[in-house]
């Protein structure tokens, strides 16, 4: 008797313990799916500013130019900037440098809102691989069609070129891989010696810690030299466009 009493009380402790793990899973697939769907709210007001992320970013072309931008919305009197991430996955990306960061928008499922400004941060493996991605690519094109601006930092460029945006242009990138991108692309003009480039609505960068000189142009063409000076003073960074090796190209 005391040997069945055992085995049904061992039934319903597996019983109850399968039950639990099918609740915890059901839980944590719920948790998944309501963190892939809630999309930010943006501001209708202010310009859409999106971030295009990958495995592999780099931490320092992402951050500075997100950085300067968000601080727009604590500036009065301008049109601020809405900032988001865009990527092909709703699973969290993961930096070169090991940040987990999870994606507000996933450009392959979403509906994504209009886009004025793309900032195409440098990844690791922008000049390979990353060049093959058709879906990327063709996402680039399309915001390409009605965005105000399109910048990039680093190697970001070479995202550009290959998607044909700089086609005519002229553009900069990291001055190490200068070289690299002339080969590659032989057509384009690639300038050295200058931080960024500013040719009709693309503004290339050399990127990394110049990432923000590049991101407080655009603040300063769009606002004004003293909201510009201003976002700055806020990362403490020295600002003065006459210091900073540029290009504009009327």
């Known amino acids: 008797m005391k040997k069945i009493k055992f085995i049904v009380l061992a039934l319903l402790l597996i019983t109850f313990a399968c039950s639990d793990k099918k609740e915890t899973k059901a839980s944590s697939n719920e948790s998944k799916e309501i963190i892939s769907k809630e999309l930010p709210q943006l501001d209708p007001d202010r310009y859409n500013v999106a971030f295009l992320i990958m495995d592999g970013v780099y931490n320092t072309e992402l951050t500075a130019p997100y950085d300067i931008f968000q601080h727009t919305i604590f500036r009065e009197g301008i049109k601020a900037m809405n900032v988001f991430t865009v990527?092909?996955?709703?699973?969290?990306?993961?930096?070169?440098?090991?940040?987990?960061?999870?994606?507000?928008?996933?450009?392959?499922?979403?509906?994504?809102?209009?886009?004025?400004?793309?900032?195409?941060?440098?990844?690791?493996?922008?000049?390979?691989?990353?060049?093959?991605?058709?879906?990327?690519?063709?996402?680039?094109?399309?915001?390409?069609k009605q965005a105000q601006f399109i910048t990039s930092h680093c190697d970001g460029a070479f995202v550009l070129a290959k998607a044909g945006?700089?086609?005519?242009?002229?553009?900069?990138?990291?001055?190490?891989?200068?070289?690299?991108?002339?080969?590659?692309?032989?057509?384009?003009?690639?300038?050295?010696?200058?931080?960024?480039?500013?040719?009709?609505?693309?503004?290339?960068?050399?990127?990394?810690?110049?990432?923000?000189?590049?991101?407080?142009?655009?603040?300063?063409?769009?606002?004004?030299?003293?909201?510009?000076?201003?976002?700055?003073g806020g990362l403490v960074i020295d600002w003065d466009l006459n210091k900073v090796p540029h290009l504009v190209i009327d």
């Open 165 to 232: 945006l700089l086609d005519g242009i002229v553009s900069t990138t990291f001055p190490s891989d200068i070289d690299k991108m002339r080969d590659m692309f032989p057509e384009l003009e690639i300038r050295k010696d200058v931080l960024f480039v500013h040719d009709g609505k693309y503004i290339t960068s050399a990127g990394g810690a110049k990432s923000f000189e590049a991101a407080l142009y655009l603040s300063e063409f769009l606002y004004g030299k003293e909201i510009a000076k201003s976002l700055a």
């Open 87 to 144: 990527a092909n996955t709703n699973e969290p990306v993961v930096t070169f440098e090991g940040m987990r960061l999870l994606p507000d928008f996933n450009y392959l499922e979403d509906d994504l809102p209009k886009i004025d400004i793309l900032v195409v941060p440098s990844a690791e493996h922008h000049l390979d691989t990353d060049l093959e991605d058709e879906a990327m690519l063709n996402f680039v094109k399309d915001v390409d």
